[in-house]
């Protein structure tokens, strides 16, 4: 996961663009939140309650993507 917020951190910086990503575990959830712009809740972890707690509790804004 260090090497993945070390891209997303480069990318952003290099490129001047919004970065998003996925994030399925609420251990990602904080870590990403630093690098990322967006965070993506994949649609199938929706139903998991705590996920999508930990999502709010960030701050961030959600997408609530559907493959």
Known sequence: ?????????????????????????IHQAAALAEMVDVLQLPAFLATQ???????????KSVDVRKP
């Open 1 to 25: 996961m260090d090497e993945g917020l070390r891209i997303f951190k480069t990318v952003k910086a290099e490129f001047n663009i919004p970065v998003m990503a996925d994030v399925h575990e």
């Open 49 to 59: 309650t705590d996920l999508v707690v930990a999502l709010a509790k960030i701050g």
